[in-house]
């Protein structure tokens, strides 16, 4: 079993735990928006980087969760990466009614889940913080690296984020090894 340690507390876990709050899972590939006071984001991260973003004037904000930071999306595979997620929510909020100059960031996640992976959290963090940097949004928090999980809670209509890391690292599965080589002389291989 997995426990939860939680290193910041944004008030609002209560709220979720006697039902207040309603969650809505962010799974790998996907972003949502919302304007609704009753909702929380929630996602659970590795290597992926999510984007919480929030405009706490007009009260929206949304979370998207991407795998990889670049790649061209032939296949309909376009949702896997960073640029397509950033675009995506930013345009979502948008529509939501929110200013472009008033969005607040924090971002998450691009840990180092095994070492066949080693990268690709860490390439998904510069992605994450470049783009911010060139859309001219600020980040105002962001907890990424390390070798642990991450759940993330985000109150999108307030911005409060809650981020509790996984004591057990979770790994990807890796391909089964193929068989040694046998060292006994009596086998025969054709």
């Avoid at 008030?11 to 799974?27: M, Q």
């Amino acid at each position: 079993m997995i426990e939860e340690v939680v290193l910041q507390v944004a008030g609002f876990t209560k709220e979720i735990e006697s039902g207040e709050l309603r969650i809505e899972h962010v799974i790998q590939g996907e972003y949502r928006v919302s304007d609704d006071p009753g909702i929380v984001l929630t996602t659970i991260l590795g290597s992926c980087v999510s984007l919480c973003l929030c405009d706490p004037t007009a009260r929206v904000g949304g979370m998207n969760h991407f795998l990889l930071p670049e790649g061209s999306g032939k296949g309909g595979m376009g949702f896997r990466y960073g640029l397509l997620a950033m675009e995506l929510l930013i345009n979502g909020l948008l529509k939501k009614g929110a200013d472009r100059n008033r969005l607040q960031a924090k971002l998450f996640g691009g840990a180092i889940m095994n070492d066949n992976l080693a990268h690709i959290g860490e390439s998904n963090a510069i992605f994450a913080r470049k783009f911010l940097q060139d859309e001219g949004i600020h980040c105002h928090s962001e907890s990424l690296g390390g070798a642990q999980a991450r759940r993330i809670r985000f109150v999108p209509t307030t911005g409060s984020a809650q981020q509790m890391m996984l004591r057990e690292q979770i790994e990807l599965e890796s391909p089964p090894k193929p068989p040694s080589a046998s060292t006994n002389n009596n086998v025969t291989l054709f």
